[in-house]
Structure formats: C-alpha cells, structure tokens
C-alpha cells in the first residue's frame, strides 16, 4: 500500500452567481481545492490535493441564495499512512524526550527509546543525540528511515502524530545501513562450516585417526 493515493468522492459543490458560464468548470475546481485541501479525513487521510472536479448532474438553486449546487465528482491526491509501512524522512526538530520527522504533510516522532538500540546521550547545546558505544549520531536536517508502529490522525495537522521507531534492522540514517549491511556480510564471511563441511575442516587440519 502507498501513503499517497488518488482518490474520487462525490459532493456537493456551491458555485455563486458570478462563476456562472464559461468560468464554472475552472471554478468547480477552485471552490473545491479551497474547501477541500489541507483538510483531515479519519478515513481518507489528509486531503493534500484537489486535482480534477466535474459536475454529474444538473444544478440546484436555492431561494434567496442566487448560487447553484451542483453534485460533483472531485478527484483528490491524499495522503494516508499505514501501520508497520517503512517511511523515509527529514529531521526537523531534537528534543530531550525524542526526534521529529517531517513525512509528508504529517510529523512523526522517534521517542528517544526508539532512535539506536543502546543508550544515547543528549547534546542539548548542539541538538543532537549520540550513541554512547557506536557514537553515531542523529541531528536535525538528518534524513531516515523508519517504521511507523502508531497512527493518530484527528482534528488538525498540528494535533495529529504518528510514532516511529528505527530500532528494527536496517532502519535510521543511510550510513547506519549500510554500515550494518558490511557488518552483517562480514559476519557471513567468518560463520564456522558445519555438518559434512565441518568434517572436512578437521581432516584438514589434524587428518584422520
């Protein structure tokens, strides 16, 4: 599953007076991209753009109103994420109690538990968290990737989160990776031969008795 996703919802769209005409299909869109965009959605996620609307019947006036309503077809990008999927994104703040991530139009945050499996120890002059035996370090700007382990889209952009964590294999900043990708092969090189290949080994090295 993909976090942005083209979606098609039916509504009811209000064109005043002066959009009558020639301009209506141009201002179907632009009423619906002001209405629509930026908006939250428990279900669809957050709407992050209007793309295309199209009226699917003729329209309705309201007395005393002088504006047409008009049912319409209107075709949204939205973002919406999903529990376990694996996210990259930016450092945009450090704080004693953990780091946030821009992804997307939503801000996650990594709980100081869940940035390195060991302990860290927080640079509050700098901004930084630093990893007391490996000494890597997690900084704003920094990019990541982590895993989304909680979701909580309500009310507003600002008042929604999601959790990550980047303590699973293979997650945090690019060079962490790659470093745990080296190590991990390195440690493939050296395994001990077992089974038919391990007696092999010691025929080799002290002969039959």
Known sequence: MEMFEIVKVKDTVRIP????????????VNLAQEEYEGLLDEDLGVIVAVINAKKT?????????????????IEMLVFKPYMHEVVEGKVTEITEFGAFVNIGPVEGL????QIMDEYLNYDSKNAM??????KKKLKVDD??????????????LSESKLGLTMRQPFLGKNEWIEAEIKAKK???GKEKPKGKNLKKHKEKKGGKK
């Open 110 to 113: 990594i709980h100081v538990s």
């Open 186 to 188: 390195k440690g493939k």
């Open 129 to 134: 968290f630093i990893g007391k035996n490996s």
């Open 57 to 73: 019947g003729e329209g309705k006036v309201v007395l005393g109103d002088g504006a047409a309503y008009y049912e319409a077809e």
């Open 17 to 28: 007076p002066e959009k009558f005409g020639k301009q209506m299909k141009k201002a179907l």
């Open 143 to 156: 990019r990541v990737l982590a895993r989304i382990v909680s979701i909580s889209l309500k009310g507003s």
